[in-house]
């Protein structure tokens, strides 16, 4: 049996002298307690040497990944020939003996003794010293961490995190020297800040202008175009300014110098920035931006740092004071920090801001890790995503207005009417009601105003007969009194007769009291129905036609 060994200087073949003690694993450890005694368990056989530090990192990448290098194959041929070889890794002797047909074991007893050979390994190769092999074990350690973590001067996230740092400064610069290029030569040309708005603009206006009395004889068409040109050599003609020194013209020429300066460097930092994120994250970049991609980076410490945050961290990043203080007061927490100036968020309408920016903080998180532990070093994953998302945005905003337009699930739907149609089993739906004119209130006739006249001429059509009924009655009463008095007159009888009539005489006069109060009474009530009723009379002639106006006039004179 050969045993497999990898050192920092090379490969090595040991021949298992005793294999018997292999069957005591525990006791295997004793074996090597000195070299004398290791010596009589392993032998060296061969040993292949690296010849630089590349071909070292090869191999032992090679080995790590479970997979054969050139140089081990060839080693392996050449001294394994009909030989088991004992490795430390299974899969390892899974590929030579795919490979190589060379068969391979790998056990406890192997492990043992690996780890024997470890302690004793100066001792059982010769002419490899301890203070040789300590300095290329720690090249080789530090050259495979440099690969694990596929580092590369292209990969370092620092330039970016100052890079974006150094752009926001250059912001805040420009605006304030923009701002006071401005408000000092206002006091010479106030007019020329609401015709020029733009910063950059406005200084190369400014230095190519110098005073506003050059600016009749100047050509401004390289910086503005012919509308705001004409403008501005109108307004420097009748320009309420006061008058500069040329010293002073100098000085603000310079600082337009600066204002100029500043921001040709800014859109070189710019581009730089643009390249580097686009190297170093791909895939976030597609997703959120440049800016915001190098601000969530620049907020993490690193994109390592960035990466190990889940993506609910990643959705409230640069909220961090709104978060707290909301815990704290228990508010609603923030739904979004830096991620809002994403171009996705700002798409979504002002509801549904805090749904993207979730769902955009979920798709973030995937794509930092793809690019900071990832092997790709394209952006087809962060397109695919955001992909993803603008249909997601779009289901929203459909969703929306469907709830707008009332279609939305669980609201019933607006069915046509069918008179025909029955619901349910032997259901009968009923008739649609008429229209019914009385119920409006107009102040045309009606048939109920018709009734309510007709109910009130009656009356007033019996007031005038009043008197004659008065008189007939009379006489009934009188004769039918005649007719009450008894033909027999003795004594008691003429004194009842004398008490009676008396007390018809009394009734007489209340009878005729009543009768007068009762027509008085209905004299006054035909008076006032017959002034309601010239009154609607009149109402009803200022909205009726002509034609029931003569209607009304023939029926009065035929009831007159």
Request: proline fraction near 3%; hydrophobic fraction near 35%.
């Amino acid at each position: 049996m050969l045993l497999l060994f990898e050192t920092p200087a090379g490969f090595a073949l040991f021949k298992v002298l005793d294999e018997g003690k292999l069957s005591k694993v525990e006791d295997l450890g004793k074996e090597f307690s000195s070299p004398d005694s290791a010596r009589k368990v392993v032998k060296l056989k061969a040993f292949s040497k690296f010849e630089n530090t590349s071909e070292a990192l090869e191999s032992v990448t090679k080995i790590i990944e479970s997979s054969t290098s050139k140089g081990l194959r060839k080693f392996l041929r050449a001294n394994c020939d009909g030989e088991t070889l004992a490795v430390a890794d299974s899969k390892l002797g899974n590929a030579i003996k795919d490979k190589l047909k060379i068969e391979c074991v790998h056990n406890n007893a192997v492990m043992e003794l690996m780890r024997g050979v470890r302690s004793q390994l100066t001792e059982l190769i010769s002419g490899l010293a301890t203070q040789d092999l300590a300095p290329m074990s720690l090249g080789l350690s530090h050259s495979l961490s440099r690969y694990k973590l596929k580092f590369s001067p292209d990969k370092v996230d620092t330039m970016i995190i100052q890079a974006i740092g150094l752009l926001d400064d250059l912001d805040k610069e420009l605006n304030t020297y923009a701002m006071r290029v401005r408000e000092w030569y206002g006091w010479h040309f106030p007019e020329l800040a609401k015709i020029v708005q733009d910063n950059i603009l406005y200084a190369r206006s400014v230095k190519l202008m110098g005073s506003r009395d050059n600016a009749a004889k100047l050509d401004f068409s390289e910086i503005l175009p012919e509308e705001v040109e004409a403008e501005l050599k109108e307004a420097a003609v009748i320009s309420m300014g006061s008058d500069v020194s040329d010293v002073d013209l100098m000085n603000i020429k310079e600082l337009c110098d600066q204002v100029l300066s500043l921001s040709e460097y800014r859109a070189q930092l710019y581009d730089y920035l643009k390249n580097r994120m686009n190297t170093i994250a791909p895939n976030l970049t597609a997703l959120v931006g440049e800016l915001v991609g190098a601000r969530l980076i620049a907020h993490g410490g690193s994109l390592l740092n960035l990466a190990k945050q889940p993506g609910s961290t990643v959705q409230i990043l640069g909220a961090e004071k709104a978060l707290f203080r909301a815990l704290k007061t228990k508010h609603a927490t923030p739904k979004y920090g830096l991620l809002y100036h994403a171009s996705l968020v700002g798409q979504a309408p002002p509801k549904m801001k805090g749904k993207m920016s979730r769902s955009l903080a979920a798709k973030a998180a995937l794509t930092i890790r793809y690019d900071a532990l990832g092997d790709g070093q394209d952006d087809s994953m962060g397109l695919e995503n955001r992909l993803k998302l603008e249909a997601r945005l779009r289901n929203l905003e459909g969703r929306e207005l469907g709830r707008s337009a009332g279609s939305a699930k669980g609201k019933p739907k607006i069915e046509a009417y069918d008179k025909d149609r029955k619901k349910g089993a032997g259901g009968l739906i009923t008739p649609a009601k008429t229209y019914n004119p009385s119920a409006d209130a107009i102040l045309g006739q009606t048939p109920n105003s018709t009734a309510r006249k007709v109910e009130e001429e009656e009356p007033a059509k019996e007031a005038p007969v009043t008197g004659e009924q008065k008189k007939e009655k009379k006489k009934k009463k009188r004769s039918e009194e005649e007719t009450a008095v008894p033909s027999d007159r003795n004594g008691t009888a003429e004194q009842d007769g004398e008490g009676e009539a008396k007390k018809e005489k009394k009734k007489k006069k209340k009878h005729q009291a009543e009768s007068d109060g009762v027509q008085n009474d209905a004299d006054e009530g035909g008076k006032k129905k017959k002034k309601r009723k010239h009154a609607e009379a009149e109402e009803d002639d200022e909205y009726e036609t002509p034609s029931k106006k003569k209607e009304k006039k023939k029926k009065k004179k035929t009831e007159g």
